[in-house]
């Protein structure tokens, strides 16, 4: 080895800067060069749809730094419009093509770390090469995404109802554009159990989004209306511009073409300290393939947290720290208008995809309480070990409140601890912040009243087959009994039941409900302590309507679609 020790990374966005500055910080000497295909480093991907819809008014500022900053802060050599094409293991040198020059040359290293992301997925259909059928994944992209968008004439056709899409849509309507999302499931983001997302489904139709579910595109044409998409459907779409974000793809062919080894998803295989099957060759972000935390297989889950830190630890590794990476639970949160919806860990679909035992229990409190102005409903699903309680995913919507309950969820989750935890948690309080229950304590005392047995839960899947010996009890007032219940119900509000227990039939089994809960789990308690059968609905008749009409659009698609195929991930 000649000269001072010399790393080399491709890509200098998330992982690949993280990795660099990192270097640095560990080791004043190393020669740091960085290749970058594109003309920018370290952007800002995930703020280029908040710039598309004018929220961040200011291009410079996606453009968090240059290889100027770079080199001043961290003494890097960045080369931008510079495309690593080749690895040469045996010589460990790089073969490198300028963008301008077409020119190439070679690059020596003693570590490389491969940080390419993932390319947008094009699905293989008709005129899907015409120019105004777009992806978005950098700076080009979004300057092209503009430029279009100030051309068209007619809605903005967007396909794939992931983040990207939605905050998409979000961002041409801010702009004043007609949208048109057609989506291929019955549901917008795929990762999601569909009665969490319903609600997106009803913010976007209020927001003056076309949504198309279970319809994708077949074929994109040039008519003289302008660009015409045909939809699975049958319906025909003209549209001054189309968006694809269908998903994803780990770039790995220079993995591939070294022979590093590939991991069964697809990604790069990496240790725990991201070191590839080259000991010499590092790799991190959306191209590797990592451990799912809960479910503890191969996944791919591109994500900008996760990339960031691998690529922190990929450069203690290359100095000699023993820093490890063990696994990513996919937290994850997208803004769609006035709402937002959050996850970490599996989702109910998942577990039942991995075979693996579950409980599930909904809470429908307040972002705050509810005698200070403002207050929002949060929707949070826990998902939980049917034994030992311990934490295996939660997802929340809601307009205030989200990322932080969620957030709390998903330290619990990757410290392992149980919903009896976050019966204990101790969170943040006062009338403008939260609850002196909160959202997450309230959902870990749900979990722990059914895992201690204290009360016993109803499905809303029974309500298909309720047998004569069972009868529907809904024990909120009267007036939201008449504002709408679920078909078959008697009322009996919660606090009449101790005057009127004689009117309960004590032969059946009675399914209670209310609004979110917590008044027929009163109502449950109290029921049995009086020698009666009785079942608690959790989450209430709020779930009911998230359920009802989720059950309705998956009953509309055929059962072998290929609702599960793959689609970007949070
Ligand atoms: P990237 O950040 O994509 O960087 C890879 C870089 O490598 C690219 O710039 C590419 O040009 C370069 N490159 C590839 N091959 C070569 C080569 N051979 N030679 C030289 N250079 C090469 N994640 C979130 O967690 N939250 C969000 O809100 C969010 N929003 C997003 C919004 C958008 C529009 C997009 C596109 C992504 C978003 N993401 C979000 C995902 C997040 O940006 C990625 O997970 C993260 O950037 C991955 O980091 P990475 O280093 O693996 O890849």
């Known amino acids: 080895m000649s000269g001072a020790f010399k790393l080399v990374v491709v890509g200098g966005v998330a992982g690949g800067a993280s990795a660099a500055a990192r270097a ?67 010589a ?40 105004r059928v777009m992806t978005l994944r950098n700076m080009e992209d979004m300057d092209r995404v503009i430029a279009g968008v100030q051309q068209a004439e007619g809605p903005a056709l967007i396909v794939g109802g992931g983040y990207i ?53 077949d074929a994109f044409e040039t008519t003289a209306d302008g660009l ?29 073409e070294a022979g590093l080894a590939i991991g069964p998803s697809g990604g790069i295989q990496v ?70 919806f959050a996850m970490t860990g599996a989702s109910e679909a998942a577990l039942q995809r991995a075979g693996l035992g579950y409980r599930r229990v909904y809470v429908h409190p307040a972002d705050h309480a509810t005698y200070y102005p403002g207050a929002q409903t949060i929707s949070l699903k826990l998902l939980f070990e049917p034994v030992d309680g311990r934490i295996l995913g939660a997802q929340a919507v809601g307009a205030a409140g989200i990322d932080k309950r969620v957030d709390v969820i998903a330290m619990a989750l990757r410290a392992g601890l149980t919903v009896y935890d976050l019966e204990e948690a101790e969170l943040c309080y006062a009338p403008p912040f939260g609850s002196a229950k909160d959202p997450v304590n309230l959902a870990g005392f749900v979990a722990a009243n059914v895992l201690r047995g204290d009360v016993e839960l109803w499905e809303p899947e029974e309500l298909a087959s309720l047998r004569p010996d069972q009868a529907l009890v809904d024990v909120r007032t009267r007036a939201e009994f008449a504002a709408g219940t679920i ?13 009127r227990l004689g009117e309960l039939p004590r032969e059946k089994e009675l399914l209670l409900f209310c609004h979110s809960g917590l008044r027929s789990y009163v109502a449950a308690r109290l029921l049995t302590q009086r020698g009666f059968r009785a079942r608690n609905f959790s989450g209430g008749y709020e779930r009911y309507e998230m359920w009802s009409g989720t059950a309705a659009r998956a009953a509309a698609v055929s059962s072998d679609d290929g609702m599960l195929e793959a689609q970007a991930l949070p």
């Open 228 to 256: 015409v998409a045909r939809l699975s459907d049958g319906s025909r779409v003209a549209c001054g511009l189309a968006l694809l974000a269908v998903g994803v793809r780990p770039e790995t062919r220079l993995a591939r």
């Open 92 to 131: 460990r040198e790089v073969v490198v093509r300028s963008r301008d020059t077409g020119g190439e040359y070679r690059e020596r290293y003693d570590a490389l770390v491969l940080s390419p992301g993932a390319e947008p997925v094009r699905p293989p259909v008709r005129g899907v090469d015409d120019p």
């Open 271 to 340: 240790d725990a300290q991201m070191r590839t099957s080259d000991p010499a060759i590092w790799a991190v972000g959306d191209a590797v393939e990592v451990k799912d935390l809960v479910r503890g297989v191969p996944a791919l889950i591109p994500l900008a947290g996760p990339a960031n830190r691998q690529g922190r630890i990929a450069a203690d590794a290359i100095f000699g720290r023993p820093s490890r990476y063990t696994a990513t639970q996919g937290t994850a949160i997208v803004k769609v208008f006035g709402l937002s």
């Open 165 to 217: 899409g939605l905050e998409m849509a979000e961002a041409l309507r801010h702009r004043g554009m007609g949208v048109v999302l057609v989506e291929r499931l019955p549901q917008v983001m795929a990762v999601a159990d569909a009665e969490m997302v319903a609600p997106l489904h009803d913010e976007l139709r209020r927001n003056g989004v076309d949504l198309r579910l279970n319809a994708s595109v």
């Open 487 to 499: 078909p078959g119900a008697t009322n009996v509000p919660v606090d009449e039941l101790r005057a």
């Open 24 to 90: 640095r910080r560990l080791s004043e000497t190393a020669e740091i060069v960085v290749f970058e295909r594109g003309p920018y480093v370290s952007f800002a991907n995930c703020g280029l749809p908040y710039h598309v819809g004018g929220v961040i008014a200011d291009r410079r500022k996606l453009l968090v730094q240059t290889p100027r900053s770079l080199r001043a802060r961290f003494g890097l050599d960045v080369r931008v419009s510079t495309e690593v094409v080749r690895v040469d293991r045996e």
